[in-house]
């Protein structure tokens, strides 16, 4: 079955997870996020990826970010990846793939769909057990986001920067969307749509991404057209 051929639509955010192979760990020690987190950063500037949010889980991470060029996502976790991959061999005396295989990635509706899906990225360490609260885990955006902590990797949206006039109230407005949980639908429709590489968003949307990127946005209907009666 051929590949479809990867999203593209000019600052459109892009949900993104690329995980370890056979689920194992890519992740052991704090040096190996230190290491894998400088390696992005050199990555999204020379290929112009503005990250909105971002964690990394000990066998997989997410990433939040708008693209200004067609391979600026392909070309920064392949950059990621090289460097990294050599660095965790030579680490741990391994050899071979770090990486299930090609990383998931769909196109989402910033509108409806930005503020959730960097609350789903951060929210992962509570879901996992892994932290009683996203504060309580360093290896993600939530303290940059949240509580202003300076990281060098985030670029804030313009979605994000409409929370308030400024830094301290985006802040504040931000944190507070953390004490409701996110929905059951919204949170089915985002692990859907990033699984399995379909657009995330209303018809409308939808129906924008497909003219401006020229390949589909969801599954196609199953089974035969319905008859029409004449």
Known sequence: MARLPRYFVKGQPQHIIQRGNNRELIFVDDDDYRFYLECLQSAIKINKLSVHAYVLMTNHVHILASPEAETSISKTLQSVGRRYVQYFNYTYKRTGTLWEGRYKATVIDSDQYLLTCMRYIELNPVRAGMAEQPSAYTWSSYAANAEGKNNKL???????????????????????????AIGKTDLDALRNATNKGWVLGNDRFREEIERLSGRRSAAKPRGRPKKVKD
């Open 154 to 180: 985030i670029k804030p949206h313009e979605v994000f920067r409409q929370l308030g006039v400024n830094e301290v109230e985006r802040q504040l407005a931000y944190s507070q969307l953390f004490q409701s």
